[in-house]
Nanobody, 120 residues
């Protein structure tokens, strides 16, 4: 069984920082890419940042410069450093993984989500 597990959410005042972490657990062949998405109340889920195993990184234009995606602990993990947080960043943040379960099967997995709340 493959699990995507997030950690690091919480509450912070505007201007503060949070770091989210995500790890893929289970027996897999490999990972093609991992990403962070977020969904604010009443809004659609949107891409925050993505990172392939070739270290190709993509950010939502509105978040460049404040958020940084990285893989400090191996290819099964991805972190999201969030700085200068604003109340508009309040959302549930989801980790996404594009996984090769074996040499023939490729599948997408989502974490349960972690709440980030920014207060003014």
């Amino acid at each position: 069984q493959v699990l995507v597990v997030e950690s690091g959410g919480g509450s912070v005042q505007a201007g503060g920082s949070l770091r989210l972490s995500c790890v893929v657990r289970g027996d897999i062949f490999g990972i093609n890419a991992m990403a962070w998405y977020r969904q604010a109340p009443g809004k659609q889920r949107e891409l925050v940042a993505s990172m392939t195993t070739s270290d190709i990184i993509n950010y939502a234009d509105s978040l460049k410069g404040r958020f940084t995606i990285s893989r400090p602990n191996g290819k099964r993990t991805v972190d999201l450093q969030m700085n200068s947080l604003d109340v508009e960043d309040t959302a549930v943040y989801y980790c996404f993984a594009d996984v090769n379960e074996n040499i023939l099967r490729r599948r997408e997995y989502w974490g349960q989500g972690t709440q980030v709340t920014v207060s003014s």
